[in-house]
């Protein structure tokens, strides 16, 4: 490959060719793929064999869209696995959840643009967690679930008490272990000895990285507690992208286990309760493809919101307000398979925490306010999940956060004290493991990564090949969460 496959992702603006767009529109995803390794074919044999490179530079089209197709080819790979379910399909896993289930209500829905969708080789097939998307954000099917779930107001409680102690205090503060593990499954790993086998190996070559705790401004005393064995690296602890690495040469299927604590320390800070500078300064406002890119709607869309506004923090606000009084939560297929995130996300008007977060900064740096990027856990007495969020700059305070997913969530509780007070703050129940969007490991992935954007599972590959999906197993578990 040209460079670090992971890289290739930066060029994917630069599209595909229009036969091979219409083919993966239509979900024909072999034939596209057999377009792609021919049209790379060609490339190679101008290049190497046809007349001096300095007089023909470009033999069948600029670099960028060459390096683009190789992370268009894996995407394609990846894209059925992400939209597995026909709509009989479909219908019968919401029929198995949700009592007196219909097809036309199903239908309604698709129509509504409540369920997302793809074609697979010409026939419409739907996003593998498009029905925990439905149950868990729309109160009707939440109450005819045949299996109920909590229904959040302990979880609400906990924010409106915390957010009342960073109003009284400044700050709310918390002491959090958290034990997390990778490994292969046994059928990926059985698979791969395998073929090490037939190539005359006895064993498979496994890399892992599993994310941890970073030194940040809300993190402090950094610690790792345990590791089911000796790790082969671990990253600086201001890394990008933090990890713990083990590199090793399996016969028998095991995981990668690590135990780490630290202190989250959330700080009070209202954007809108004093007078920003006249001048702001100007890191972090640039675009970064693939996705913070400046596109034509989201340029127009910054321009309406924020018209006859002079403020930064009130710029910011009204973006916040954009998306958690606009955008409805989806979970999403894996972000390895998504292309122009912040538009799609503006235009449609639904996404998760990390799409949210990607749109805030994208429309943030339009209107020349630094903007940032950072994720991990979101983690609790009795929770323990991957989350994302965005920090922004408002000079002289400084960085603040913004976390839109929480906030629209309270939005549609009803909460809208706990809405306003994402807007400015998080709270103490998270982990950073990350501070910048498509940051690489240190050391690299050699193969494609599951996300190539963002890590907060963590990434395996067995003989150079990354692996995904149903292939890994992880597993993360909050051990302690003791309030300070």
């Not at 939560?329 to 990390?354: K, M, N, S, W």
């Not at 339009?366 to 323990?384: F, M, T």
Request: proline share 6%.
């Amino acid at each position: 490959m040209p460079l670090d496959c992971n890289e290739t992702f930066r060029s994917l603006n630069t599209g595909l060719p229009d036969d091979v767009a219409r083919l993966k529109a239509a979900g024909y995803y072999d034939e596209a793929i057999a377009r792609i390794d021919a049209r790379l074919a060609e490339d190679w044999t101008s290049t190497q064999n046809g007349p001096n490179r300095a007089a023909n530079p470009t033999p069948q089209g600029v670099d960028a869209q060459r390096i683009a197709l190789l992370a268009q080819r894996e995407m394609m790979c990846r894209l059925p696995r992400e939209y597995p379910y026909t709509e009989a399909q479909a219908v019968a896993r919401m029929q198995s959840l949700v009592r007196d289930f219909t097809l036309e209500e199903f239908r309604a829905l698709d129509r509504a643009g409540r369920v997302d969708w793809r074609f697979v080789e010409g026939v419409k097939h739907y996003q593998k967690r498009f029905a925990e998307t439905l149950l868990d954000t729309d109160p009707a099917y939440g109450a005819r679930r045949l299996d109920p779930g909590p229904d959040g107001s302990a979880a609400r409680a906990r924010r409106r008490a915390v957010h009342e102690q960073m109003v009284r205090t400044g700050s709310a503060s918390a002491r959090i272990t958290v034990e997390s593990s990778i490994g292969m499954s046994d059928t990926a790993f059985d698979a791969a000895l395998a073929r090490a086998k037939a190539q005359g190996r006895d064993s498979v070559h496994v890399r892992a990285w599993l994310p941890v705790a970073a030194a940040c401004d809300t993190q402090s005393d950094l610690s790792i507690d345990f590791a089911s064995e000796q790790p082969t690296h671990v990253a600086p602890a201001d890394a990008p992208q933090r990890t713990v690495f083990w590199e090793a040469d399996l016969t028998q299927n095991r995981s990668f286990t690590l135990r780490y604590s630290y202190t989250q320390t959330a700080r009070y800070a209202d954007p809108l309760s004093f007078e920003p500078d006249p001048v702001q300064p100007d890191f972090d406002t640039g675009e970064e493809a693939p996705h913070i890119v400046f596109t034509p709607y989201l340029r127009a869309l910054a321009a309406q919101l924020t018209e006859g506004v002079t403020s930064p923090a009130e710029k910011a606000r009204r973006f916040y307000d954009y998306i958690t009084l606009n955008v409805r939560y989806h979970y999403q297929p894996a972000y390895f398979v998504l292309e122009d995130i912040p538009t799609r996300c503006a235009a449609d008007r639904r996404g998760d925490c990390g799409i949210m977060a990607l749109t805030f900064i994208t429309l943030c740096r339009i209107a020349g306010i630094p903007a940032r990027w950072q994720s991990g856990l979101a983690v609790g007495p009795d929770k323990c999940g991957c989350h994302d969020w965005a920090m922004f700059y408002i000079a002289p305070k400084g960085w603040m956060y913004a976390d839109c997913s929480y906030g629209g969530s309270m939005a549609r509780a009803g909460e809208e004290e706990l809405r306003r007070h994402y807007f400015g703050n998080l709270d103490p129940g998270r982990m950073v493991a990350n501070r910048a969007f498509e940051a690489p490991f240190d050391p690299p992935m050699t193969g494609f990564r599951a996300d190539p954007y963002d890590n907060q599972c963590g990434e395996i590959e067995a003989d150079g090949v990354g692996l995904y999906g149903d292939d890994v197993v992880t597993a993360k578990e909050t051990l302690r969460y003791e309030e300070k």
